[in-house]
């Protein structure tokens, strides 16, 4: 079995191949995301090297995902218009083989934000779910997943779009969900768990920082999309995404005074990113 050195540094080998393959092709990563965030992802998006296109015009899903290298379906806003585009999309997707991430923004906070990503997870097929702890918690439970660690309801149950469960809580829960739908699933916190099939991997890193910026969340799901444009396989896609944001959110608080500048930062960090800053920062284990 390979320690965690020899683990990390082939983990960092191939999220350098990865970033570079977005830095070059510039992929197109089209967004259906909520209001609050739309500029934060775009700019994320920007920085690392991707090109985002957001959108819920109905009408122009089917010909922006023509030439999109990953869709991303963000609940964050569930007003009908933004419901409405998401469906359509995704089946479009499904058509032209794009990867579609899925954020599902609150599910378990609200009866509408829990039936509609299962819903769409029911009819389409997902490559990434990328959620918080009570997120994903919400998801396996509802969807009727047998293999689920004996987390009571209470210590799970959202605050608003909140967690208030910790990643490690919701492993075993994300493993269920990812084997029921043959995808990656990611679990976002102090420590991101990552699970496809029988695998799982834990990302340490970031910052405290981090959860004092809205939107970070629902920006690691769009890198998610950065990554799946250019990786085939939704494990390696979702991890090398975590890490990407990991270091990142290091690299930035090292320059933060708080939480303004280390959004500012963060943006400046998926740009510089290099090969010492991810051989030196990346923490995983598997």
Known sequence: MPDATSTAAATAQNVLRDLAAIRATNPVVLSITNYVVTNTTANALLAIGASPIMSHA?????ELLAFSGALVVNLGTVAPEYLAAMAPAWAA???????????????????????TPLALLDSHKAFIIRGNASEIMALAGASGATTVASTSASTSAPKGVDSTALSEEAADFASAL????????????????????????????GSALMPRVT?????????????????PDPFEAALHACVAMKVAGEMAAD???????????LYDALYVMDEKDVRQRIRVER
């Open 58 to 62: 109905v009408e122009e899903m089917a």
């Open 93 to 115: 997707a499904d058509k032209a083989v794009v990867p579609v991430v899925l954020d599902p923004v609150g599910a378990g906070a609200s009866r509408l934000r829990t039936v």
């Open 178 to 205: 990812a084997r029921r739908h043959n995808c990656a699933v990611v679990v976002s916190g102090e420590v991101d768990i990552v699970c496809a099939g029988q695998t799982q991997a834990r990302v340490l890193g």
């Open 215 to 231: 939107g970070l969340g629902c920006t690691a799901t769009a890198i998610c999309g950065a990554f799946a444009a250019v990786n």
């Open 255 to 265: 320059k933060a005074s708080g939480p303004g500048t280390l959004q500012l930062y």
